[in-house]
């Protein structure tokens, strides 16, 4: 310790300089590697765009209609969050009840598999 109370071995490293967890944008050679991911990235996800158009190409050439496909997935993102509300009830009421959520099906005429 030394007179303010502070140990030897901390005030050492206060005297040194602040060194940043994040890498500084003056390394060229890191900056090169992060420019090589980035376009590696970038390349990827050009790639995957470019099969996705292929595909949507190939779904209208077969006769699906894109808005109807995305009125389809909204319903059935509307039909998923309705029946999650409706697992949510089930469960709170089998526990307020005392019972599984298995009984409650059962009770309420619905299938385990739905």
């Given amino acids: ?15 040194t300089s602040f060194k940043s967890p994040l890498q500084s944008p003056g390394l060229s050679r890191q900056n090169g590697f992060r420019e090589s991911s980035a376009q590696t990235a970038t390349l990827e996800l050009n790639r995957k765009l470019d099969k996705l158009g292929e ?5 209208v050439a077969d006769g699906y209609n894109p808005e109807e496909l995305d009125r389809h997935i909204s319903l059935l993102h509307e039909y998923n969050d309705i029946k999650d509300v409706g697992q949510l009830l089930l469960g709170k009421l089998a526990v307020i009840r005392g019972v599984s959520t298995k009984d409650l099906y059962a009770e309420f005429r619905l299938e385990l598999n739905d």
């Fill in 55 to 59: 595909e949507v190409k190939a779904l």
């Fill in 1 to 15: 310790m030394n007179c303010r109370g502070v140990p030897a071995w901390s005030v050492r490293k206060c005297n």
